[in-house]
């Protein structure tokens, strides 16, 4: 189908109607599109044209493209948060309507490393709790986390079937999370938390590690999550100031 009779810009066009294909179901999120040049021949442009289209689509988040695999329609975020919103993954799942779970891989107590000590301003010998879990929502793993925990925090308590860190500190340390420092990693594939997560080949995954502070401003819990890009979608408020 050629699509010069319209009279605006080229590229402008391609970029109309593919979004027009997806939303009318022509490709399925996750599904690859033709290539570059079967896509240029159906709609009559060049590839240089086409290829123009797709950059932008691919900065407006609508696909994905792998090189030397081709170009994937993004699958859309079940799950969105403002990134200066502070929920547990719990929260945020049930939030999405979905029904959280947890996958237990380990959990162990061990001696804090120099630097984990200093980060959590541990006193010296004392030792770390490391849990490692798969989150899932309705039964889809989507975040991949590895929490630690001054272990004096929760000394009788393993996690093994508490959702939440928040609550389970609160609950047994009296410990409330108010906040937490993040930084933000993008990261394209991991071979060891890709396959966890059941990733896609075309997904990539977002990492958050954050310590939290609980209402003395003391840190309590060191979290590195990664999250099925797929999936979450976090945005930030920016206001002048």
Known sequence: MSIKTDHRLLYLQVIEHIKRDIENGVYQEGERLPSEFELSKQLGISRATLR????????????VRRHGVGTFVRA????????EELFSVTDMIE??????GTVF???DTRQATEEESKRLKLMENESLLVVERVRTAAGVPVVYCLDQIPSNLLPE???QEEESLFNLLERESNRSVLYAVTHIEPLGYHDRISEILECPPESSLLVLKQMHYDQ???PVLYSVNYFRSDKFDFH????RV
Do not use: M, Y
Not at 52 to 63: K, M, P, Q, S, T
């Open 236 to 239: 930030v408020v920016r206001r």
């Open 105 to 107: 891989l380990s959990s």
């Open 157 to 159: 308590k393993q996690p």
């Open 76 to 83: 859309r975020a079940l799950f969105s948060s403002g990134i």
């Open 52 to 63: 123009e289209a797709l950059r932008i689509l691919e900065d407006e988040n609508i696909v």
């Open 216 to 218: 003395n401003d003391r």
């Open 95 to 100: 939030r999405a309507g979905k029904t959280p």
